[in-house]
């Protein structure tokens, strides 16, 4: 019996053995013709088999490798993830050349792995052709008429700074992190524009959520995450994803909750936020029997989700940096705080004050440019073969407009690696554009959410400046404040403290 057993064992084993070698020789063969190279393409480091150029690159950085490789490769160049073939566009002019001026061909959305799972192209920001041309489309009308780019989201972003100096207020000027306030207080002007009501921060149903979304970006640009996308059946093993997942279910059951109760008090002459507009378009195309209507339950979780999560973790981390770099650089903040006493004193600010600002507006731009959060913006597709700068990008294939490489381009900028204001300012202190300056990206996917972005930075960072000193925990100088950030889908700043010091 036993050595029946042994046998039985012996065989399966070999027979295991044997599907094993048997897949690798396959998964290479395929993986290899997939290195084929096609006529005229993008140069680039040489690939392995299976690991493409995984080895060259730095997952927990990738934004990093990949500028460095530009360096030898150029402004269009290509890498292989694993199998997957990706073609990177570095520096200024090949950035908003593709994406401008081949806006069509450059515009589609590479769904990875992790949110097709989830999107199933539904919502904006991982959805293509009718179905997020329609999205957008709603998104952007209803966000403006709930206040974007206009006075009610002024109102929206003054009424919520009163919260967060409130919550400032109430530390004393003892260290703190700031993650959490500035994110619930930045996640409300989202939630006002798409709920039609803010949330308290005490409440631990809205906590939730907002850590979540702070925990997905993080989770959805990791290492593990990144390499799952490429290699699917990594899946099992990673507990990332089990989170991710796991994120998914509670805010489905969450936004259900809330878009229940807004169902049960819809009212078509007082809509009080994106959803219920979401809800009265869904109700008009059922009752006139629209076909294929895209008004869907499916549709309004996902774009719900979209614009909470892009619109909280964005703007919150970008005003984090903002906070941490002025209590590294404490003249910045002096002149900073100079200006705002001398124009507006001790009212509260207003978009209007921008123009009378410069020195703030221009500190806000280069707070932007230095923090780089979306480092490699999301992933493009090419829509349609291209013959893009000489080369000969297939379509379909998957493009990372390398938005580091823009808002660091040495011929763009007079000191792209220091922190200085001076960019945006000509001789006389007055604020000037700058063309390089692109992290909401260009073209056809744009930031949706940039102007509504550029008030809250506006508003909450003069605000914030104008009744708050920030330092260094007592004891940490600020040469020992850490700029190294932390990598996910947006780049945070690394776990830290600060005080905010109330001012006479
Ligand atoms: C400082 C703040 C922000 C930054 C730096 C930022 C940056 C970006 C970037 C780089 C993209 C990708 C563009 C591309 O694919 O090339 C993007 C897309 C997007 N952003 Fe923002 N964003 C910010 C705030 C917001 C806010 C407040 C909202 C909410 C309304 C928002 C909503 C979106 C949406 C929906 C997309 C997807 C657009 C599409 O695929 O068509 N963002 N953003």
Same mark, same amino acid.
């Given at each position: ?318 005003? &984090? ?6 209590? !590294?650089?404490?003249?910045?903040? *002096?002149? +900073?705080?100079? /200006? %705002?006493? @001398? #124009?507006?004193?001790? &009212? ?6 921008? !123009?009378?600002?410069?020195?703030? *507006?221009? +500190?806000?731009? /280069? %707070?932007? @440019? #230095? ?86 930075l506006f508003l909450f960072f003069t605000s914030l400046l104008q009744h708050f000193h920030f330092s260094p925990p007592p004891g940490v100088s ?27």
């Open positions: 019996m036993a050595l029946v057993e042994g046998l039985l064992l012996q065989a399966t084993s070999t027979g295991l053995l044997l599907g094993v070698v048997v897949l690798l020789v396959v998964y290479f063969l395929s993986s290899a013709s997939r290195f084929k190279e096609e006529d005229n393409e993008p140069p680039g480091p040489k690939p392995l088999p299976l690991l493409g150029n995984l080895l060259q690159l730095d997952l927990n950085s990738p934004h990093e490798s990949l500028c460095e490789l530009a360096k030898t490769y150029g402004p269009v160049f290509k890498v292989y993830i694993g199998p997957k073939k990706v073609v990177v566009l570095a520096g200024y002019k090949s950035v908003k050349q593709a994406l401008v001026n081949y806006a069509e061909e450059f515009g589609e959305r590479e769904i990875v792995r992790t949110f097709k799972n989830f999107s199933e192209n539904h919502g904006i920001l991982f959805s293509n052709g009718e179905n997020w041309k329609e999205m957008r489309r709603f998104a952007l009308t209803n966000l403006r008429d709930f206040g974007m780019g206009k006075r009610g989201s002024e109102e929206k972003i003054i009424e919520e700074i009163q919260y967060i100096i409130e919550e400032f207020g109430k530390l004393g000027g003892a260290p703190f992190d700031t993650t959490k306030p500035v994110n619930y207080a930045v996640s409300n002007i989202i939630s006002s524009i798409v709920y039609g009501s803010r949330f308290e921060y005490s409440d631990p149903r809205f906590k939730q959520m907002v850590n979540r979304a702070n925990e997905n970006v993080r989770i959805g640009g990791s290492a593990p995450i990144r390499l799952y996308n490429v290699f699917p059946w990594l899946g099992p093993f990673l507990k990332s994803k089990r989170t991710l997942e796991r994120n998914a279910e509670k805010n489905k059951k969450e936004i259900n909750q809330l878009v229940s109760t807004l169902q049960e008090t819809l009212n078509p002459d007082d809509r009080r936020g994106f959803v219920d507009s979401f809800l009265l378009r869904k109700q008009s195309d059922e009752t006139s029997g629209k076909k294929n209507s895209l008004f869907n339950e499916k549709n309004l979780f996902t774009t719900v989700v979209n614009l909470f999560v892009a619109g909280t973790d964005t703007t919150g981390t970008t005003l &984090r940096w903002g906070l941490l770099l002025m209590a !590294k650089y404490p003249h910045i903040q *002096d002149c +900073v705080q100079e /200006e %705002i006493d @001398r #124009v507006i004193g001790s &009212r509260q600010a207003v978009v209007e004050d921008r !123009k009378k600002l410069p020195y703030t *507006d221009a +500190v806000i731009h /280069e %707070i932007q @440019r #230095v923090a780089n959060i979306v480092p490699m913006s999301l992933p493009h597709t090419t829509s349609c073969d291209v013959h893009f700068n000489g080369f000969f990008i297939k379509k379909g294939t998957t493009v990372y407009p390398l938005l580091t490489s823009v808002l660091r381009d040495e011929s763009e900028w007079e000191s792209p690696h220091t922190f200085n204001p001076a960019h945006f300012l000509d001789a006389q202190g007055r604020f000037v554009k700058r063309d390089a300056f692109l992290p909401f990206s260009a073209g056809r996917r744009v930031c949706l959410g940039e102007s509504l972005a550029r008030m809250e600020a040469d020992q404040l850490d700029l190294t950030p932390v990598v996910g889908l947006t780049l945070n700043p690394s776990p830290h403290k600060l005080c905010a010091v109330k001012r006479s």
